[in-house]
């Protein structure tokens, strides 16, 4: 097998082996990427600050935290963690989560945060991965 292949096999299923762990499904993370793409992309992005800040490695940060991103005084102040749960309470209501923030928006299906968070969750150890030989 050529190295870069085997590269790429392995890469593939350790991110297959970390989902089955995670207990995201990889049909959970896709469903996710979709409505992320549709509700999110419009103001956030994955790898780069736009009207929101960027979301890649999200899971695991401190909301305010980015020093590059001007966050409301509300989100600066919060001292939240970003973890599964405060998504997941953020994208259904973030105004109760961190009163005074800046985001008018949420996510009304409970599915649909739940694959968003499912995929958000996921960022962090895709950028971990050995890239694609060239």
Not at 42 to 53: K, L, N, T, Y
Not at 88 to 111: C, R
């Amino acid at each position: 097998m050529r190295p870069d292949v085997k590269r790429s096999t392995v890469a593939f299923a350790a991110c297959l082996l970390w989902l089955a762990g995670s207990g995201a499904s990889a049909q959970s993370v896709e469903r996710g990427r979709a409505v992320y793409q549709e509700h999110c992309a419009g103001c956030h992005s994955v790898e780069a600050h736009r009207e929101g800040p960027a979301h890649r490695g999200v899971v695991g940060r401190r909301a305010g935290a980015l020093k590059d991103y001007p966050y409301s005084p509300a989100l600066q102040a919060s001292k939240l963690l970003w973890t599964r749960a405060t998504l997941k309470a953020w994208l259904t209501d973030p105004e109760a989560l961190i009163p005074g923030h800046a985001m008018d928006y949420s996510l009304e299906d409970a599915q649909e945060r739940e694959d968003v968070v499912a995929y958000l969750a996921t960022l962090r150890r895709l950028a971990a991965l050995p890239a694609p030989a060239p």
